[in-house]
């Protein structure tokens, strides 16, 4: 995979880009616009955090100085940048199974502003092709609430089935939860790669991420 640098002051390396998107790590430029949309209702309604300030926002960018995507056991944040204006979009991430380093699970978030764009398909399918093209990965899952349907919808979108529907299995934010999870193999994506649709040309697919 060429390393190309954002243009963000405190250029990090860019793992992997879309026609529209570069994802590449965290800088400290990010921290407020990191920490707006993690603090919005909507953005967290389904996620795991509960706090959203500028000072968690910086520790959480700050933790991930020294990672690098792929470790097993570790999750890994991927900033996404707008490639056009510069802007922070959004994140994506990563993390690979502790005791089965083929297998990973992604999850996503995109700032309000930004939705209703297909900022957050793209990215997932670029978080699929890297995941699957350059870390080689087996086997990717993706869990979200049950009730979060338009996370449910892009993961369908993107050519994940969901395996299961587990009901009330987590005591989350105060109540218990029902999950969904999603899940696609290596070998499927490798043959959605063969279809007139997918290219390199759109930014998919390729197996050099």
Sequence with gaps: ??????????????????????????????????????????????????????????????????????????????????????ALV?????????????????????????????????????LLDFSFGKLRLRRIVGVTDALNHAAASLLLRVGMRREAYFHENVFFKGAWGSEFVFASLHREWAESCEEPRHSTESGQCSADG
């Design 1 to 86: 995979m060429t390393i190309h640098q954002s243009n963000r002051p405190g250029s990090a390396h860019t793992y992997f880009e879309t026609p529209r998107l570069r994802a590449r790590g965290f800088v400290a430029a990010d921290t407020e616009a990191f920490a707006a949309y993690r603090a919005d209702p909507d953005v967290k309604r389904y996620q795991s955090w509960s706090g959203s300030s500028v000072e968690e926002a910086r520790s959480l960018i700050d933790s991930m100085n020294d990672a690098e995507p792929g470790a097993p056991g570790q999750w890994y944040q991927f900033a996404l940048e707008c490639r056009a204006s510069g």
């Design 90 to 126: 959004g994140d994506v991430a990563l993390s690979v199974d502790a005791m089965d380093p083929t297998q990973g699970e992604i999850g996503f978030t995109l700032a309000p502003e930004h939705h209703g764009k297909g900022y957050a398909t793209e990215a997932v399918k670029g």
